[in-house]
């Protein structure tokens, strides 16, 4: 039967023993593979197959649904295709979009049906190559990815698994409950700026615990001068706080007795305050309860504790950033996932015309997003990163503005980071001092 000689390959067989060159990769593609490109959807995906010459096998491109009885009815079509054609082998690839393909691949995989990834605007630019029209459906999309597919131009796909796939769901969750409180706040300041826009210098920190509480319970100025001094701090005596909150009682009671908020539309606004402030609190818990699991997922992490001796980088930095990069035995070296993060560099020259070296933007923007927030602290806090932003930003030959000091920083704590996960040494300030070439240095230790 033929698929029990079938075997999926993985970026563990492909990735882990050296780089997966596009040799290797044309080489991965044999003449006996039937090559599937599929459109993925939310509800419907589409596929077509061709050989390894181009030449197309299937009438037309089949639809499946995104379900188990969809994915069986597409490999039972494939199955069919490879066995007229004499294929032993059948690879799907597939232009990632969203989430919606992290199911089928993993089932194809399970299934012993190769799974590979097409960049999407590599698709967005051959569309034309097919049929000279600017068309891009979901019925012509499949063979220009089967078409990238031969020529050898995709990637293994990367699903974290394990304790790398918490990590990665717990960091997201982390950024959404984290969005989700700042669009309260913002949601709060607006009422408290229509009804009590004095509510600045009265409570200080909008977010603050004794803020918060009194919000609930007497949001606007005629309310808190109902309950009075007494009143407020027995609000917070109720509610256990402890601290300097109390001295701000009186401060409070002033402000509102001299407020010029709006006097219209207070009972819907006072609901509405209560809602924002209680959705702030039960958010900044779930924060701390999910940080905290962070931070324990990351100490299993080999090696990791080791980063956080650099100055400069906590424990949220490092969650995020280990969340993002995943496993790093898939990389053989840090350019690679300098290239991942879109950090890698890029330039448009021709001729005489030489253009202007930028960053890519392309790749995982929270990974670049974490190292960019670790280069910042890390010049915040770390003497010896200081001393490097300095050289950069002032050195004689080729002086970078500060934006471009902190991108090279951040590539370079990429390569620390990534040194100290591969060998578990420690971090040394000073060997990273040493390893920054400056000529005037090498030019007085000729002398």
């Known amino acids: 039967m033929l698929q029990e000689g079938m075997k999926a390959a993985t970026w563990r067989e492909l990735e882990t023993n050296g780089k997966f060159t596009k040799n290797d990769k044309l080489t991965f593609i044999s003449d006996d593979m039937l090559i599937i490109g599929c459109d993925i959807g939310s509800e419907m995906h ?38 007229a054609n004499d294929k032993h082998q059948i690879v799907l690839g597939l232009e990632p979009t969203g989430h919606y393909w992290f199911c089928l691949a993993a089932w194809m995989v399970s299934n012993d049906i190769s799974v590979v990834q097409v960049n999407p605007y590599a698709v967005k630019q051959t569309k034309e190559l097919e049929d000279n029209s600017q068309r891009k459906d979901d019925r012509k999309d499949p063979k220009l990815i089967a078409n990238l597919v031969k020529d050898g131009n995709y990637g293994m796909p990367y699903l974290p698994e394990g304790l790398y796939a918490d990590l990665r769901r717990l960091s997201m969750l982390r950024d959404q409950l984290t969005e989700d409180r700042i669009r309260n706040i913002n949601r709060l300041h607006r009422e408290m700026k229509i009804y009590f826009p004095e509510y600045r210098d009265a409570f200080g920190k909008l977010d603050g615990a004794f803020t918060l509480e009194a919000l609930k319970a007497a949001p606007f100025p005629e309310d808190i001068v109902r309950l009075g001094v007494d009143g407020l701090k027995d609000i917070w005596h109720r509610a256990k706080l402890r601290g300097r909150g109390y001295s701000k009682a009186d401060q409070i009671v002033q402000y509102a007795k001299e407020s010029i908020g709006l006097e219209h539309g207070r009972a819907g606004g006072r609901k509405a305050v209560k809602i924002f402030a209680e959705q702030i609190e039960s958010l900044s818990e779930a924060l701390e309860e999910i940080e905290a699991e962070l931070h324990q997922k990351c100490r299993e992490i080999p090696y990791a504790e080791n980063i956080l001796e650099i100055r400069g980088i906590g424990e949220n930095i490092l969650a995020g950033i280990l969340a993002e990069m995943g496993d790093i035995t898939r990389f053989d070296d840090a350019s690679e996932i300098q290239k991942l993060s879109g950090l890698g560099l890029v330039a448009c020259s021709s001729g005489k015309h030489k253009g202007e070296t930028k960053i890519s933007h392309r790749g995982r923007k929270r990974l670049r997003y974490w190292l960019f927030q670790a280069a910042k602290s890390a010049v915040s806090h770390g003497e010896e990163f200081k001393e490097l932003h300095a050289h950069y930003t002032t050195r004689k030959d080729n002086p970078l503005k500060k934006m471009q000091s902190l991108i090279v920083i951040a590539c370079k704590l990429l390569r620390i980071i990534f040194t100290l996960l591969r060998t578990g040494c420690r971090y040394d300030p000073m060997k990273m001092l040493r390893d920054i070439k400056r000529p005037e240095r090498a030019a007085a230790q000729a002398a």
Request: proline content about 3%; hydrophobic content about 40%; cysteine-free.
């Open 46 to 83: 589409y596929v077509r197959a061709i050989d390894s010459r181009g030449r197309e096998l299937s009438q037309d491109a089949f639809p499946f649904s995104n379900s188990s009885e969809g994915f069986q009815s597409a490999k039972a079509w494939a199955l069919e295709l490879a066995a």
